[in-house]
């Protein structure tokens, strides 16, 4: 795996980091410093990329299928050093379960019978505390609004939660919602769940969205 900044004068790529391949399944820091003078420029940007085993026509390989990285939280910011290894951020870790039970989708048709049977009693959502200090979700909101048009938009306040340093945890949101049924053939439900938390949180993090269509 590479990392590569743009020369901004010469506009060509520039190799500033590499990793070899292993077995591990962990996740490492790495903090690389943006501090020449050709890259702290308008239009500086930066790249992965990896090198991958691959087979030929005659003798196909699947060592392709091990050549593959994760990468996660890319953070980029002025002022930091070689050792700032907190992210002070809350934040949603997974997708919003389905808004139906027993089902994930259902026809509007069937659901228009009886909204109330297939609609799940909570949703749940799932967040971590990246901070190394006790962080505070002051609120944690489940809205959802309908379209085209046929109710306002709902919202549900699960309360305010203390998330441990370095702690994951789950919220199972009831749903409360009333659905009504019109002449139309489809609905349109957008789902949100929003993290309310300090105001140096990174703000992209706390908002997730889920949206069934009924048809």
């Given at each position: 795996?590479?990392?590569?900044?743009?020369?901004?004068?010469?506009?060509?790529?520039?190799?500033?980091?590499?990793?070899?391949?292993s077995?591990s399944?962990?996740?490492k820091?790495v903090?690389?410093?943006?501090?020449?003078?050709?890259?702290?420029?308008?239009g500086?940007?930066?790249?992965?990329?990896?090198?991958?085993?691959?087979?030929?026509y005659?003798y196909?390989?699947?060592?392709?299928?091990?050549?593959?990285?994760?990468i996660?939280?890319?953070?980029?910011?002025?002022?930091?050093?070689?050792?700032?290894?907190?992210f002070?951020?809350?934040?949603?870790?997974?997708?919003?379960?389905?808004?139906?039970?027993?089902?994930?989708?259902?026809?509007?048709?069937?659901?228009?019978?009886?909204?109330?049977?297939?609609?799940?009693?909570s949703v749940?959502?799932?967040?971590?505390?990246?901070?190394?200090?006790?962080?505070?979700?002051?609120s944690?909101?489940?809205?959802?609004?309908?379209?085209?048009d046929?109710?306002?938009?709902?919202?549900?306040?699960?309360?305010s939660?203390?998330?441990?340093?370095?702690?994951?945890?789950?919220?199972?949101i009831?749903?409360?919602?009333?659905?009504?049924?019109?002449?139309?053939?489809?609905?349109?439900?957008?789902m949100?769940?929003?993290?309310?938390?300090?105001?140096?949180?990174?703000v992209?993090?706390?908002?997730?969205?889920?949206?069934?269509?009924?048809?």
């Amino acid at each position: 795996l590479l990392l590569q900044f743009l020369n901004t004068e010469t506009r060509a790529w520039e190799t500033v980091w590499f990793a070899e391949g292993s077995g591990s399944n962990e996740f490492k820091l790495v903090i690389i410093p943006v501090d020449k003078a050709q890259y702290l420029q308008k239009g500086f940007q930066f790249r992965f990329f990896n090198y991958v085993s691959l087979g030929s026509y005659l003798y196909p390989d699947l060592a392709i299928n091990v050549d593959q990285w994760m990468i996660d939280l890319v953070y980029l910011d002025k002022n930091r050093t070689a050792d700032d290894d907190n992210f002070r951020d809350l934040a949603f870790t997974s997708p919003l379960s389905s808004l139906f039970e027993p089902y994930s989708a259902i026809p509007y048709s069937q659901f228009a019978e009886n909204p109330e049977k297939f609609t799940a009693p909570s949703v749940k959502v799932s967040y971590k505390n990246n901070d190394k200090s006790l962080r505070l979700i002051d609120s944690l909101k489940l809205s959802v609004v309908a379209y085209p048009d046929i109710l306002d938009e709902q919202t549900v306040n699960a309360g305010s939660y203390n998330v441990p340093a370095g702690a994951s945890g789950t919220a199972n949101i009831a749903t409360g919602f009333t659905f009504e049924a019109n002449e139309a053939d489809s609905l349109v439900l957008e789902m949100k769940a929003r993290l309310v938390t300090a105001d140096f949180d990174p703000v992209r993090n706390n908002s997730i969205t889920r949206t069934h269509t009924l048809s």
